[in-house]
């Protein structure tokens, strides 16, 4: 082989007493696409945040094309050719896409130039096709499409290596080929990418070769073809995994929540669905298919113009969210970062913040240790990785935050339970973790709305499906006759 | 619904509102005091304008990127009274070497703010409250509580106010209002078409995300408020050159004007939002009160600060309320092109 562009030699990282890195060592070569793997909080994130300049590391050295080289700060990376696209999308809300896409450029000039801007970012989403009007506002667009605008604005480099953090967690399987594509693209003109994901089918899709760290450590590096999903999750777990969890069939109970024509003007049309108590109905559908909207009308975050709720056979009409919980609702927002989390606030404090009344004694004063208990339950089921449950939420790594998410909302107990992403950026192992915990709600009554876009985990965990394209219900297909193709035929409009 | 989305901004419907809002006072005003409707009731409130807004769009640099300046005020008096002093002992010094020499000033004033809050890590808000009090008691301390007067200054600088850039009739545009003007266009296109400016947005809009994408926030700050204190000693000059007698309290006060009229003018207080248009409207509202609340007999001077106040409120009010919907509103209309083309 050739000379390694970027080496990472025995990199270790500390933060407090967490040892996020320790002795991490890997090389990236000329035109390999380089997969990352690793449970949550393995440290991934980590290195790539060494690598961009982001945080300093403790020992070891960055050496590129051959040269001891210190990255202070994420410019001087992409003056390097390093660019990445992190974890949790960074966008500013107040600048348009196109702005976004370049506002991090040192090069393009001593002026702006509106048009050119307009039409090589316009350009460049066509590459991705992905139809987003450049122009428009970056305020409210779906984490989907923060997650292509992350995309457009890394390709827009001139990069010689590229870093991607879970770009595909919330992208469904078209956007995700197109994203392949390119990086297939660039690869054959010689860039070196590397990328982390938690699915491993797109791994194997894509990877020349695989590392995987464990704890902040290196395990191993072998040449794709040498590894299967099965060694490669044995080398992150250290043991070996039980296979894909599939919801258990039940006869279901009586109808909870049925939603007739409800439609919302350019939004989505005319949607029609049941949920039983013990069902989990899955929505499927491509990046724009408005699956979210029609979870945010449901629980009063937007207003439906046309159609009619019914809950427990009671007509309804929510409102605002406080509405929808008292009704026995619970929404698991995808966009965790902006509005799942108050990060600077301790686990366990996160976890309770919406039940907090039910841990007030009769004084009305809180009383910790049943709320450290319950977060501490929490964690064990979950398994969210960190020393104690009194740090706070944004020192975890992003697939813990997740897991802080879900538990927060796990514990209000609802009886419909409206699920959007819900295992975004979480390992296989916490993966099966969650849907067996899925499983066990249903198997308790909880009506389950499931949001998702693994197809994998959509098939295996619902009873009814419903696939929505640009805001239409194309089909509602049953656990029996729904297929990984019937859906994505549906998805993408094609009527067999 | 969509194309009207597309050309009109949720802002520019601030500013529409504004510019209602200026002829409403003016009309009311105009009902309530006699003669009012006269060329020297606008001249006047012109004058006015352009000495504020030339430190309200220094202050638009620094909110832009989420900062404040509340030392502006002690700023235009410090240089207020220290270049009419150099020019008291030096008679001969030339019109531009004085306004540079003001601006350098001022400048030097905003980048020692801008190096503790960029290097300090100083939050901008108790920096700048820290200076405001100590750059006025450095020109009380280095004044020898002496004034300067009209009188010793040279000619030109006293006339200077009365220098007309052009008349039609009555209606007579003054020099330093079209100097004020050029200024608002300069930095609203520095803000539109240089990287520098949009970068001002970025970090406002997302601090977090601007650092790291490699903005150069740090400095970004120091630059900010640097200008923003050259141009507050622009306004020092201004200021001496209209009122001739400066006392050490000069322009005392001026930062809650300012600041009003920033977020009356739609500057959002926590970054990423504004422009120097609307910060020049909101300094016409605040000037047309101003000046007009002096000559309407039934409101004492104590309530015209009270009223100022009340009308930041009701701007920050009206921003987070009404903005935020009409945003929201914009928004979904953007996410509906985020489709996937087959
Ligand atoms: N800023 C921080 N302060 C304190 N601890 C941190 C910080 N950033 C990361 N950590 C800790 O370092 C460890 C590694 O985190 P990292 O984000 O690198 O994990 P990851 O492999 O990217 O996981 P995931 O798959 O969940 O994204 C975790 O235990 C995390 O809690
Ligand atoms: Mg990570």
């Keep these: 082989m050739t000379e390694p562009i970027l080496e990472m030699r025995g990199i270790s990282k500390r933060f407090g007493t967490t040892q996020a890195l320790a002795d991490v060592s890997l090389a990236l070569y000329p035109g390999e696409i380089h997969a990352l793997l690793g449970e949550n909080g393995a440290g991934k994130s980590t290195l790539i945040k060494v690598m961009t300049g982001i945080h300093r590391p403790d020992q070891g050295e960055v050496w590129l094309n051959g040269r001891s080289i210190t990255i202070n700060n994420p410019l001087e990376a992409q003056r390097h050719g390093i660019a990445a696209i992190h974890q949790e999308p960074m966008i500013f809300p107040d600048l348009n896409v196109a702005e976004n896409i370049f506002i991090g450029h040192g090069n393009r000039g001593s002026i702006v130039r509106w048009r050119q801007m307009y039409r090589e970012a316009a350009d460049i989403l066509a590459r991705l096709d992905v139809k987003l009007d450049v122009r428009s506002s970056a305020r409210g667009l779906t984490l989907a499409a923060q997650q292509v605008v992350e995309i457009a604005k890394a390709l827009s480099l001139d990069v010689r290596v590229l870093i991607m953090d879970e770009p595909t967690a919330s992208l469904s399987a078209h956007e995700v080929d197109q994203l392949f594509k390119l990086a297939k693209t660039l690869k054959a003109n010689g860039v070196s990418i590397l990328f982390i994901s938690h699915r491993m089918e797109e791994v194997f899709s894509i990877a020349d070769r695989v590392t995987v760290l464990r704890d902040g450590r290196f395990v191993s590096t072998h040449p794709a073809s040498e590894v299967t999903p099965e060694s490669a999750i044995r080398d992150m777990v250290g043991r070996h995994m039980d296979d894909f969890f599939a919801k258990t069939d039940k006869e279901p109970g009586d109808l909870l929540l049925s939603v007739r024509g409800l439609s919302k003007d350019n939004v989505f049309h005319d949607i029609n669905f049941d949920v039983r108590a013990g069902e989990v109905v899955g929505f499927a559908g491509l990046v724009g298919s408005r699956r979210t909207d029609v979870a945010l009308a449901l629980f009063g975050i937007e207003t439906a113009d046309a159609g009619s709720v019914t809950l427990n056979g009671q007509p309804v009409t929510i409102r605002t969210p406080q509405q929808a919980v008292k009704l026995g609702l619970a929404y698991v927002t995808e966009d965790r970062r902006q509005l799942g989390l108050t990060m600077p606030m301790s686990i366990t404090t996160n976890i309770t913040l919406p039940t907090l009344h039910q841990y007030a004694n009769r004084f009305g004063l809180v009383q910790q240790r049943a709320e450290r208990q319950t977060a501490e339950t929490f964690q064990q089921r979950l398994s969210i990785r960190t020393p104690d449950v009194d740090r706070p939420a944004g020192t975890l790594s992003g697939g813990n935050q997740q897991k802080v998410v879900l538990s927060k909302w796990l514990n209000t107990q609802p009886r419909l339970l409206i699920l959007d992403e819900p295992t975004r950026g979480i390992d296989v192992g916490a993966k099966a973790e969650v849907h067996q915990i899925i499983d066990e709600l249903a198997q308790q009554g909880m009506g389950i709305i499931m949001i998702s876009s693994d197809l994998p985990e959509v098939l295996a965990m619902s009873d009814r499906i419903v696939v929505m394209r640009e805001g239409r219900q194309m089909a509602t297909l049953n656990r029996s006759e729904a297929t990984q193709e019937r859906v994505m035929a549906a998805a993408m409009g094609q009527t067999k | ?342």
């Design chain 2, 1 to 342: 619904m969509n194309s009207i989305r597309r050309t009109i901004r949720p802002e520019q419907i601030r500013e529409f509102i504004l510019v209602l809002l200026i002829f409403a006072a003016i009309l009311f005003f105009g009902s309530q005091i006699e003669n009012y409707y006269q060329p020297r009731t606008f001249t006047r409130i012109a004058s006015s304008v352009a000495i504020l807004v030339v430190v309200a769009v220094g202050q638009t640099l620094v909110v832009l990127m989420r900062n404040i300046d509340l030392s502006v005020g002690s700023i235009v008096g410090f240089t207020a009274y220290f270049v009419g002093r150099a020019i008291v002992n030096n008679p001969e010094l030339s019109p531009l070497s004085i306004v540079l020499l003001a601006m350098l000033m001022g400048g030097i004033l905003g980048l020692v703010n801008g190096i503790i809050i960029a290097y300090g890590r100083v939050p901008a808000i108790i920096t700048t409250l820290g200076t405001l009090a100590i750059y006025r008691s450095l020109l009380v301390q280095f004044s020898d509580a002496q004034t300067i007067i009209t009188s010793a200054l040279p000619e030109w600088l006293v006339n200077l106010p009365q220098v007309n850039a052009f008349a039609i009739g009555e209606w007579e545009l003054k020099l330093i209002v079209l100097i004020a003007l050029v200024i608002v266009v300069i930095f609203q296109l520095v803000v539109t078409y240089l990287p520098w400016g949009r970068r001002l947005y970025a970090i406002g809009s997302n601090p977090d995300a601007a650092a790291m994408s490699g903005l150069p926030v740090t400095r970004m700050t120091v630059s900010a408020y640097t200008l923003c204190g050259a141009l507050s000693g622009l306004a020092g000059f201004l200021f001496l050159a209209r009122f001739g007698n400066i006392t050490v309290v000069a322009a005392q006060g001026m930062e809650l004007q300012v600041v009003a009229a920033v977020v009356v003018g739609g500057i959002n207080i926590f970054g990423g939002t504004g422009s120097m248009f609307g910060a020049l409207l909101g300094t016409v509202l605040i000037a047309t009160l101003e000046q007009s609340l002096l000559r309407w007999r039934i409101v004492s001077e104590f309530w015209r600060d009270a009223l100022l106040g009340l009308l930041i409120l009701l701007a920050v009010a009206t921003d987070s309320v009404i903005l935020s919907r009409l945003r929201a509103f914009w928004a979904r209309g953007g996410v509906e092109q985020v489709q996937i083309e087959n």
